[in-house]
């Protein structure tokens, strides 16, 4: 399962069995939960079909709020105890957190375009989730832009870092500065079973496809350091060799 | 690489500014938009397709971008053993 490049440098090629299972797993639970939503699920009285958006549009809100909150979290580990792991597992939250919000940013306004008649409005949690993805986004940037810089690298993890008490603002906006957005977990539940079902299902199945795609993308990363890493040993190495005749003579 | 920095960390500040006073003006008044007529099944089917096309391209990027590091790190490999021991 593993493939030694040399005594110090071991780096697993292969995907291990368990991330193979688990990708399978997480499939399986998206794949039953299309088709109890799609087969089992009433169209709600008031919105019709279109209400079926709810069940993937909150699991990718869970899904983008926990990746985000994790990136500002391995951020700050980052920060105060710098590891080429914390920061390999601060982007990969980071990745896949907005590539969630992504799928909220755009779900959400399908499904408001039905509901409220409008695809968009300037409401507390819509703006707050457009601007804690804008800065996620732009922390992305920032290091695609500088690369293998400790500068980057730093800065990136303090603005990642600011995310966190957006994310958590989120969470509360509709609560403490109301606005359009329903509250469905906080506002009395889903009152039909079968509704209720498809919804945990749901974000069962995001969460885990999450943390799969979160998996593969650090390891992916992890990866990518110990190429660089290798690279450096190589170029020392050569020039060590073109200096040893230089020095002899 | 500091000037870069700045320019994009003063850039982002000027270009949210407008969003926060959006935030501070309040929700929008809904009642003056028309009764919806958009069909709810094609919402709804594109709604699913954009998750998917979202999450599908993340994956594609991720699958290649590895595939390229791998190949790289044979080559590394191949390269240090050429070298011989000692690193």
């Known amino acids: 399962m593993t493939q030694t490049l040399s005594a110090d440098t071991r780096v697993p090629i292969r995907v291990p069995k368990t991330l193979i299972i688990w990708i399978i797993i997480s499939a399986l639970l998206v794949q039953a939960s299309l088709l109890w939503i799609a087969l089992k699920t009433p169209a709600d009285v008031n919105l019709g079909i279109v209400q079926k958006i709810f069940y993937f549009h909150v699991g990718s809100a869970f899904a983008m709020m926990l990746g985000l909150t994790a990136a500002s979290v391995m951020s700050l580990i980052d920060l105060i105890r710098p590891s080429d792991s914390a920061d390999a597992l601060a982007r990969s939250f980071l990745e896949v957190g907005v590539v969630f919000a992504f799928c909220v940013l755009t779900s959400g306004p399908l499904w408001a375009r039905k509901s409220w008649g409008m695809y968009w409005t300037w409401e507390p949690r819509l703006t707050l989730v457009l601007l804690v993805t804008l800065l996620a986004v732009a922390v992305l940037i920032l290091r695609m832009l500088a690369k293998d810089s400790t500068i980057g690298r730093r800065v990136g993890a303090a603005m990642a870092v600011m995310g966190a008490p957006a994310s958590y603002l989120i969470h509360f906006a509709v609560k403490w500065w109301g606005g359009n957005h329903p509250q469905v977990i906080q506002g009395g539940g889903i009152q039909n079973s079968e509704m209720r079902v498809a919804f945990w299902l749901a974000v069962v199945a995001i969460l885990s496809s999450a943390a799969v795609l979160v998996a593969t993308r650090y390891r992916a990363i992890r990866l990518q350091q110990r190429t660089q890493a290798l690279a450096l040993r190589l170029s020392a190495r050569v020039l060590r060799r073109q200096r040893a005749p230089m020095e002899t003579s | ?87």
């Not at chain 2, 000027?14 to 007529?37: I, M, R």
């Not at chain 2, 991720?62 to 590091?69: H, S």
Request: proline share 1%; net charge negative.
């Open chain 2, 1 to 87: 690489m500091t000037s870069t920095l700045t320019r994009i960390v003063s850039t982002l500040v000027v270009a949210l500014f407008p969003l926060g006073e959006a935030l501070a003006s309040g929700a929008a008044d809904l009642s003056k938009y028309k009764e919806e007529s958009v069909s709810g099944g094609s919402l709804l089917v594109a709604a699913y397709l954009v998750m998917w096309a979202l999450v599908s391209v993340f994956v594609v990027r991720v699958v290649l971008g590895q595939a390229k590091t791998e190949a790289r790190l044979t080559e590394l490999s191949e390269q240090i053993d050429a070298t011989g021991d000692g690193g």
